[in-house]
């Protein structure tokens, strides 16, 4: 499995465009990127997943460069309620069955009023 | 609805006392999985199940057991808890099977003090 690296607190306003940038230089052929939401003492809620270029879901837009070694979560016009903790994951979903995961630390978003 | 349920939600015990987490998915999920939270150390993988009775570890699997008898449930049993493992715990099932999907969805948590 590829580790991850994402900062680990990003600030932003309620209707500011975010960006999250997650790093994973050693990413295999066959690995998928997927991120999660987690709010405090909840478990973590999927967001979007992708393999290469961009995909875009009712809630964000995810940007894999050609060569896929980051990703970058794109949350439109946030607002108070995105304030959580954001996890980039990196898979072989195919092979694994997408259970054996590493979370990492997460990138913590804290959206001011 | 679509869920994933554990029980109980909250659990307070003394150390050696066995207990056990229960999780159960209604989604017809093939795979399933175990984490423990805390703070600072993110979410760590304890076991997965891939199917009835396909159970492997994950990164934390010491002190703590599994078993995957029917498919929708996979309780997390600890046979004689330490302190160590007071944690908040989330049970999670995957969508996959279906080609790429990567997607777990995850339970409401459980909060477990060993005192």
């Known amino acids: 499995l590829a580790k991850t690296t994402q900062p680990i607190s990003m600030d932003s306003y309620e209707g500011q465009e975010v960006n999250i940038t997650c790093s994973h230089n050693?990413?295999?052929?066959?690995?998928?990127i997927t991120w999660y939401q987690q709010f405090p003492s909840q478990g973590p809620r999927f967001i979007i997943q992708g393999y290469k270029t961009k995909v875009t879901n009712e809630v964000a837009s995810l940007f894999i460069p050609a060569d896929r070694k980051s990703s970058t979560l794109s949350l439109p016009r946030v607002s108070l309620s995105d304030t959580a903790v954001y996890y980039c994951l990196v898979g072989d979903g195919l092979n694994t069955g997408g259970f054996k995961t590493i979370f990492g630390a997460g990138t913590r978003l804290f959206v001011k009023a | 609805e679509a869920q994933v349920t554990q029980n109980p939600r909250y659990l307070i015990t003394v150390t050696g006392k066995k207990l056990t987490v229960t999780c159960s998915q209604n989604m017809n999920h093939e795979y399933m999985s175990w984490y423990r939270q805390d703070p600072g150390l993110g979410l760590r993988q304890i076991y997965y199940s891939m199917n009835v009775e396909v159970t492997d570890k994950g990164d934390v699997p010491e002190g703590y057991k599994v078993s995957r008898k029917e498919k929708r449930n996979f309780p997390l049993i600890l046979e004689s808890p330490s302190p160590n493992q007071t944690s908040l715990y989330f049970c999670a099932s995957s969508l996959t099977g279906e080609g790429f999907s990567y997607e777990q969805y995850f339970g409401p948590g459980t909060r477990l003090t060993v005192t």
């Open positions: 050693n990413i295999a052929t066959n690995d998928y």
